[in-house]
């Protein structure tokens, strides 16, 4: 078995809420994710970054956020599509990397990496710096319509979870 094909295994195993048996195969394959992420091929770089999310490895905080600053971006956007998963019901993965995801939203070289960014930032909690810089990207005519557009509707969900809670 792959890497690739133990994290599926990894993501069926913790939607189906079988936490022991996902354990295990964490324990079987952290080693193994460990090396993949430090390959000097990205496409294993990005298979590690992304098994993270699919293992529910929330332990791999400081991999994932080295998968952030990858040279590559397929790498840097399975780093995010981890953050994503890991944040869908916890703000903390999120927060913790706030600072990292609003560099990339501004100033990634890569669009997709930069959408990305801004989608996972929904995930965090609605805070004004946040609130602020994607209603800045989504008002920004120099920028592609697909990062404005994501940004309008990040921005407009955390406005509307900050009024919820005042």
């Given at each position: 078995m792959s890497l690739v094909e133990a994290a599926a295994k990894a993501d069926e195993l913790a939607q189906s809420?079988?936490?022991r048996e996902l354990a295990m195969l964490r324990k079987?394959?952290?080693d193994e994710l460990e090396s993949a992420a430090r390959s000097a091929d990205y496409r294993e770089r990005a298979a590690a970054y992304r098994a993270i999310?699919?293992?529910r490895f929330r332990?791999?905080?400081e991999l994932l956020r080295r998968g952030l600053d990858d040279?590559?971006?397929a790498a840097r956007g399975s780093a995010l599509l981890s953050v994503q998963?890991?944040?869908k019901d916890s703000p903390g993965v999120v927060n913790a990397i706030r600072p990292v995801l609003?560099?990339?939203?501004s100033m990634d070289a890569n669009q997709a990496v930069r959408r990305l960014a801004v989608v996972c930032l929904r995930n965090g909690s609605p805070q004004r710096e946040t609130i602020v810089l994607l209603s800045g990207l989504a008002e920004d005519d120099e920028q592609e319509a697909e990062l404005r557009n994501a940004a309008?509707?990040?921005a407009g969900d955390l406005k509307k979870r900050a009024a919820a809670k005042s």
């Open positions: 809420g079988s936490e079987e394959w952290e999310g699919q293992f332990q791999k905080l040279e590559s971006p998963l890991l944040s609003h560099s990339m939203v309008r509707t990040v």
